[in-house]
């Protein structure tokens, strides 16, 4: 599979909106280069604006253009969309669901070099907690280009999580639309159901493969939007599979696996495992030699599928 870098088709994505919709202005809080909104800002200066490093600011901003009828994408490093903006994201845009867009770009630890302070491991906890926020975190580059297409469509706040490094090109049809809310079937299965997000997609993609030569039959789900999550699409799964297991670049506390245990524990309770960032800040290093080193593996969602198969799940 091809790796392509979802941050460049979002900022291929957010230029292409500008040219069809004169209300999408676009903000960064001075890495645009990073963030690739550079691109928008290259084709419509006049409707881009860096606000330097001010990222509550750019939000605030951002709540007053959207109640003059503009369609504001902000961004920055999603670990300062959450720790710098979260006053103004919670106290503006989300009490008054204002039409903003939240893109959290080197979201989990892809931002991995610059360590503890830069990764993003709990950004998807808070998002969901917020009423009124739409919470959306794609696969890959094709995937991140149809959910920027579909939250400037949305009406409301929504939160976009974006990665800086390449991930494997997953989707068959780039030109598939996106519906938030709905999750895809990647995989069929009757044994197990993985359901995953983000990076994480690909590695439950690969943990499947390893499951089928152990006789194993595992569903893949691409949990893309987390809120709101596809209840009926889970629901579905939990009855037709024996467990479920979760997958998420992301702390276990609160992100895509908690969301699926809250569903399951009110509606149809289910053995589970959960695979994810245990209770812990991350270090500095390669990325993909943290992946391993924090267990953000094909061998320990396979792992994990074992487990429940056996009446084992668990979060650790």
């Keep these: 599979m091809a790796a392509i870098a979802m941050r460049q088709a979002y900022g291929e994505a ?13 903000l960064d809080a001075d890495t645009s280069s990073s963030t690739r909104s550079a691109v928008f800002a290259g084709a419509f200066p006049d409707r ?12 605030a901003m951002a709540a007053g253009l959207a109640a003059t009828g503009k369609i504001p994408f902000i961004n920055t490093f999603a670990c300062f969309m959450v720790l710098r903006c979260g006053d103004p994201i919670r106290s503006l845009i989300a009490y008054s669901s204002l039409n903003v867009k939240i893109a959290g770009n080197y979201a989990g630890i892809s931002d991995s070099y610059d360590g503890a302070s830069h990764h993003a491991i709990l950004d998807v906890a808070f998002m969901r907690a917020l009423p009124n926020m739409t919470v959306l975190c794609p696969c890959d580059a094709a995937e991140a280009a149809r959910a920027t297409e579909a939250a400037a469509a949305h009406d409301g706040p929504v939160y976009l999580r974006l990665l800086r490094n390449p991930v494997p090109d997953l989707t068959a049809d780039p030109r598939e639309p996106f519906h938030i809310g709905r999750g895809r079937i990647l995989r069929e299965g009757h044994d197990v159901t993985l359901v995953a997000a983000g990076s994480m997609v690909a590695r439950a993609l690969a943990a499947a493969e390893s499951l089928a030569a152990r006789g194993v039959s595992a569903r893949v789900v691409n949990m893309a939007t987390i809120k709101p999550l596809d209840a009926e699409l889970i629901l579905r799964c939990a009855e037709q599979t024996r467990g479920i297991v979760t997958a998420e670049e992301h702390s276990v506390l609160g992100g895509l696996g908690g969301a699926v245990a809250e569903l399951l524990g009110e509606n149809r309770p ?11 800040f991350v270090e500095s290093g390669d990325q993909e030699k943290l992946m391993e080193a924090y267990g953000l593996t094909a061998d320990r969602i396979a792992g994990k599928a074992m487990a429940v198969l056996e009446g084992k799940g668990g979060r650790g």
């Excluded at 957010?14 to 676009?26: F, K, S, T, Y």
């Excluded at 881009?48 to 939000?59: L, W």
């Excluded at 289910?270 to 812990?280: E, Y």
Aim: hydrophobic share 55%; glycine share 8%; net charge negative.
């Design 14 to 26: 957010l230029a292409e909106l500008g040219r069809r919709d004169p209300r999408i202005v676009v």
């Design 48 to 59: 881009f604006f860096n606000v330097g490093i001010a990222e509550a600011n750019m939000a």
């Design 270 to 280: 289910t053995p589970m495992a959960f695979v994810g960032l245990q209770d812990t």
